[in-house]
């Protein structure tokens, strides 16, 4: 498995409060993105912490596990623990940190070994498959538009330019315990995990169109493809931090 990722702090905010993981180890491989929340309130701070406290609690939980014959059950209680540990974690530096009262972050994370792969989201960043041409949005958005559009009251059209697109209805941090949704055995050529400073400018055939481009001039690396999708959420908006990461299976 190959991967690279990018983010940018984008045109209008100071702070970058966006983060991202990647483990690339022999026998499994994990990415986790996050995207926090608070602005001076340290969302920056949220987002590193909760990367971190994930992928710590994940390495340590698959210690003496076999990875070629681990179960969907088994795997559910440690990607279950590795969120709830981060938000343990951001929720009590929130409440014992005066600088950090009322941070939280969004998450979305992948992981992948011999036996199964998955993927678990809390908030509204995003995973994408890309396989033959074509761009597929895995998770749902614990949103407001999102709660919208599955009770009728809005269109999906409707929901990419609503005032209040930008509310979240559960992330990490903001109460003492969470439920992150999962998602197992995704079939892909690549996997796309973004913040929302990109699925909010960049569309699906966007999406398609450059991880699929391809040169008879020069090569175009994965991290180019990345590059790409990044200044193009900039040049179609840029008014929220940007922060994408490419999977390719081969």
């Known amino acids: 498995m190959h991967c690279c990722g990018h983010t940018d702090v984008g045109k209008k905010r100071k702070i970058n409060e966006d983060y991202f993981l990647i483990r690339n180890e022999k026998e499994y491989f994990s990415a986790v993105v996050c995207d926090g929340m608070g602005g001076a309130a340290s969302g920056n701070v949220a987002s590193r912490l909760a990367c971190e406290i994930y992928q710590e609690t994940l390495e340590s939980s698959l210690k003496g596990v076999d990875l070629y014959s681990i179960t969907r059950e ?24 005066n600088k950090c009262y009322g941070m939280g972050t969004t998450l979305v994370a992948f992981f992948s070994c011999p036996a199964l792969n998955a993927a678990v989201n809390v908030g509204d960043s995003r995973l994408y498959t890309v396989s033959n041409r074509m761009a597929i949005q895995i998770t749902k958005d614990h949103s407001l538009v999102q709660m919208l559009v599955d009770n009728g009251a809005l269109t999906e059209k409707e929901a990419l330019q609503h005032p209040k697109r930008n509310i979240i209805l559960r992330a990490l941090g903001v109460e003492d315990m969470v439920e992150p949704d999962m998602f197992f055995n995704i079939e892909f050529d690549y ?59 081969e």
Request: glycine fraction near 4%.
């Open 74 to 97: 088994e795997m559910v209680k440690i990607l279950r623990l590795s969120v709830v540990c981060a938000n343990k974690a951001v929720y009590a530096k929130s409440q014992t940190d």
């Open 191 to 249: 996997i796309l995990l973004c913040t929302d400073g990109l699925s909010n400018f960049v569309s699906r055939r966007d999406m398609e169109d450059i991880i699929y481009m391809q040169s008879r001039w020069r090569t175009i690396t994965d991290e180019k493809r990345v590059k790409m999708l990044v200044d193009l959420a900039n040049k179609k908006g840029g008014t929220d931090n940007i922060t994408a990461v490419l999977i390719g299976k």
